[in-house]
């Protein structure tokens, strides 16, 4: 892997340089230990959350003129990252034959209770993304919704979920949701497709904001539209992780066959998502009503 973070949890990545390990670690304990006489370099990987150590950090390795890298440590570093053979075995940097699967991890896994405790301090974050990638405004009653499937579908349990790809599997949790009655951003592309493709519909202003129109049926002429998340992406080139998620709208039709009226992939910012997150700046503009709503659904649902 190319790349660290300095602790578990929801924190920072950086590329592997000396530069950006010596800025970020300031080479002390734990991130530089002694093993065999000579000085071994950690960190921590930043899809699993487990240590890692930093491979050719002041010199070439073996392999010819290889750049430094990271390679998971299988034991667990004191005051650093406890190790998980469970969330290594699901990591892309695992091996280099790593593909993507479906099932679910075991509640014991440290990783699925990191993203569920993210879930909870970045649930208004995780609904501004959403919102901003597919011009849909997800308010709190459809966020409630939202978070209900995914708490009852267990979706901090999935293999393919990890803290950096939190909102975009959230999305994914939840079924087929009708777009009838809500509210797309005025002027995006989703609305613009959906006005040159469903003559069924009208867009009425929204009362609240000149920026947003309601989706409803033209007068005497019906149409049933859903919106939903599907289709994850996920593989490893260059020892560089790609992820991407669809985002479809599209209509029911009389002879029970969908016809797809938009379709947007959309690129899983994990480097976006968290500096969102761990930004200070914009602290006293979190939606509170939504940050109270994931700390009381994912209490009730959840035992703790």
């Not at 370099?41 to 930093?54: S, T």
């Not at 990783?111 to 569920?116: C, G």
């Not at 009838?180 to 202003?205: A, D, T, W, Y």
């Not at 005497?220 to 992780?241: A, D, Q, R, S």
Request: with cysteine.
């Amino acid at each position: 892997m190319d790349s660290f973070k300095t602790k578990v949890g929801f924190s920072k990545v950086y590329r592997i340089t000396p530069a950006n390990y010596e800025k970020q670690t300031k080479k002390r304990r734990p991130y530089v230990l002694e093993r065999e006489g000579r000085d071994s370099y950690y960190a921590v990987c930043p899809e699993c959350d487990n240590p890692i150590q930093i491979i050719g950090l002041y010199k070439e390795t073996r392999e010819s003129g290889r750049k430094p890298y990271g390679k998971h440590h299988k034991g667990t570093i004191p005051y650093l990252a406890k190790y998980s053979e469970e969330d290594y075995l699901e990591c892309p940097f695992s091996n280099s034959k790593w593909k993507k699967t479906s099932g679910r991890r075991s509640t014991s896994s440290p990783l699925a209770n990191r993203i569920l405790l993210t879930l909870e301090e970045q649930f208004d974050r995780i609904i501004y993304i959403l919102k901003k990638q597919t011009g849909l405004l997800i308010n709190k009653k459809l966020a409630k919704e939202m978070l209900i499937t995914y708490l009852k579908n267990e979706g901090w349990l999935y293999k393919e979920a990890t803290l950096n790809n939190l909102p975009w599997i959230f999305g994914q949790c939840s079924p087929a949701i009708p777009l009838f009655g809500r509210m797309i951003q005025k002027n995006s592309e989703l609305h613009q497709v959906i006005q040159e493709n469903c003559p069924e519909v009208q867009f009425v202003p929204a009362s609240f904001s000149s920026d947003y129109v309601q989706i409803k049926n033209q007068e005497g002429m019906f149409v049933t539209l859903y919106f939903t998340f599907l289709n994850h992406e996920k593989y490893v080139v260059e020892e560089e992780i790609h992820e991407t998620m669809d985002f479809l709208v599209f209509r029911e039709n009389r002879l029970e066959e969908d016809d797809i009226i938009f379709s947007k992939t959309l690129p899983i910012e994990s480097v976006y998502f968290s500096n969102l997150a761990l930004s200070k700046k914009y602290e006293d503009n979190r939606n509170k009503e939504l940050l109270n709503l994931a700390k009381n659904m994912i209490h009730l649902y959840v035992a703790k």
